[in-house]
């Protein structure tokens, strides 16, 4: 015991120390919830045993019931429909900025700096922000499109069914926007000049060169930011909370908030873990594609 500690306090070892502590950071704050949680997705847990460990057994029922819930394809459809709006708009719009960003001009510094605003704001204040812009009698967005001529009468975004769902997917592309723009911007900017100036002597015009070099050169770097935005957009609860609340009539409903909603609305413990685990194995799915991505980028 004295050798570990004086080894410890000598600085060998340390190393390892940290490791075993984080680790059991991990573990105790990541590892035994997740257990957990998949645990009661097997049981059958209410209210009233939520505070026990001896519940009964389930096996998949709980899984069963979810698949046979009326709302289970409208929600699946929902999360569909928001994780691949929200990766492609966010991917789109980041890379025209990080592409935008590549320009040599006075204040680019400055302006990059203000797109990292939404990316460090809260959820909830987030939220707040477009519900005022969603607003139907006297939101800007409304004002805006009227004064375009492109709608004649009020949008009610939060309310319509038509457009509750993509009222959260706008507010959810501007949050996430600028940590593509950034990501985009680094891999852009580890990309040899020497190529595009080869290429642009050979008499490759933009579109050529950004075909045969950004992208392929950016390979990496997009499948590691798909795959971050899909796990982010699996995690995105306080918008919906904050904007929709999952309705009207579950137009915008997503498997993350219909966990939340069985959960602590309906108190069905049970039931709502099992979404979660769902949604964790998609989670875990994209966090091996990330791992990947970062490897092949590494060897690269």
Do not use: C, H
């Amino acid at each position: 015991m004295k050798r570990i500690i004086s080894g410890l306090w000598d600085g060998k070892g340390f190393d390892i120390a940290l490791v075993v502590v984080a680790l059991g950071f991990l573990m105790i704050f990541a590892g035994l919830p997740l257990i957990y949680n998949v645990v009661m997705s097997f049981q059958k847990v209410d209210i009233f045993s939520l505070g026990t460990f001896a519940r009964p057994f389930a096996g998949f029922d709980n899984y069963r019931a979810i698949f046979a819930d009326p709302i289970f394809v409208p929600v699946m459809k929902n999360t569909v429909i928001f994780i691949v709006a929200s990766i492609v708009g966010q991917f789109i719009i980041g890379f025209s900025l990080a592409l935008f960003f590549t320009l040599d001009f006075p204040g680019s510094g400055y302006l990059r700096g203000l797109f990292l605003v939404s990316w460090v704001m809260p959820g909830l204040v987030v939220g707040a922000i477009w519900n005022w812009i969603f607003a139907g009698d006297f939101g800007v967005l409304n004002f805006a499109l009227r004064e375009l001529g492109l709608i004649g009468g009020n949008i009610f975004w939060r309310s319509d069914t038509n457009f509750s769902l993509w009222a959260v997917i706008i507010a959810n592309i501007w949050l996430g926007t600028s940590f593509n723009m950034i990501l985009l911007s680094v891999g852009l900017a580890s990309i040899p000049r020497d190529l595009y100036e080869a290429a642009e002597l050979d008499g490759a015009n933009a579109l050529q060169r950004f075909w045969t070099i950004t992208l392929p050169m950016m390979r990496a770097t997009i499948g590691a930011i798909i795959a971050l935005g899909l796990i982010f957009t699996l995690q995105q609860f306080d918008l919906f909370a904050a904007i929709t609340s999952g309705g009207p009539a579950n137009s915008s409903n997503v498997a993350q908030y219909w966990a939340w909603e069985l959960s602590f609305r309906e108190y069905d413990f049970a039931r709502g873990a099992t979404i979660s685990v769902l949604m964790i194995v998609l989670v875990m799915i994209a966090s091996v594609v990330y791992v990947r991505s970062t490897r092949y980028e590494v060897r690269g």
